[in-house]
């Protein structure tokens, strides 16, 4: 049970290139999120997805798209990276329905836009 | 839309001390209340959450108080010791659904003094 995984662990881009962080949870949950963490902030939301078939918009938006590709896979998209992008990146998933429930993070990924 | 301030920003006590973190949130209907620990370079985990139907939750040197009519809910920490130091989120939900959003404070930097 690998909980939840994400992809690629470190990334490094340049201003304008796109790229595509992928997430994948095996606890049957229903909801998935992202959300990025500033160095010395907290956790913002970007997306969330209640469950497969539906996304969110949450604080922080702008600049990316994402896609749930099924109940397992919630992958984050910036189409033209900028530096205000620099950032750490954690996907999260939670709840098989029902009241609230413990969200699960991954191990995040360290972006770097240069 | 939900808006949680958390307090301090950052806290310093001797080992063996009692901390105490605060939080207040501005949706009335939020009734879910979790807290989550960072350590230094690692993904968050729940340690404790607490449903609106109690004022209080306890699991060992950890506990949770909550105050709907004031909208605020703190974390309290007893006989601290040096793996309590972290960074600690409190959250709340906006909305009642188990589907909602998670809004996250901007966290509190834990630091034990030995």
């Known amino acids: 049970n690998a909980g939840v995984t994400q992809t690629p662990k470190f990334q490094v881009l340049k201003t304008g290139q796109s790229m595509t962080l992928q997430c994948a949870q095996d606890?049957?949950?229903?909801?998935m999120y992202w959300y990025r963490q500033d160095p010395g902030m907290g956790l913002r939301l970007i997306y969330y997805s209640a469950s497969e078939g539906t996304t969110d918009k949450g604080e922080v938006p702008n600049g990316y798209n994402v896609s749930r590709l099924n109940k397992r896979e919630f992958s984050l998209r910036l189409e033209s990276a900028a530096p205000s992008q620099t950032s750490v990146y954690f996907c999260a998933s939670s709840g098989r329905g029902g009241s609230y429930n413990e969200q699960f993070f991954g191990p995040g990924t360290r972006l770097t836009v240069l | 839309g939900e808006n949680v301030e958390q307090h301090p920003s950052t806290l310093s006590v001797q080992e063996g001390d009692s901390a105490v973190i605060k939080c207040t949130y501005s949706?009335?209907?939020?009734?879910?209340f979790p807290w989550y620990k960072q350590e230094l370079g690692k993904r968050p985990q729940l340690i404790i959450d607490?449903?609106?139907?109690?004022g209080e939750k306890k699991d060992q040197r950890i506990a949770v108080t909550l105050n709907k009519t004031a909208k605020h809910f703190s974390l309290h920490i007893t006989e601290t010791q040096p793996e309590d130091s972290a960074v600690y989120f409190c959250a709340a939900p906006e909305g009642y659904s188990s589907a909602s959003k998670i809004i996250f404070g901007s966290g509190t930097r834990l630091s034990i003094r030995p």
């Open positions: 949706d009335s209907a939020s009734n879910y």
């Open positions: 606890m049957n949950h229903n909801s």
């Open positions: 607490i449903r609106s139907n109690v």
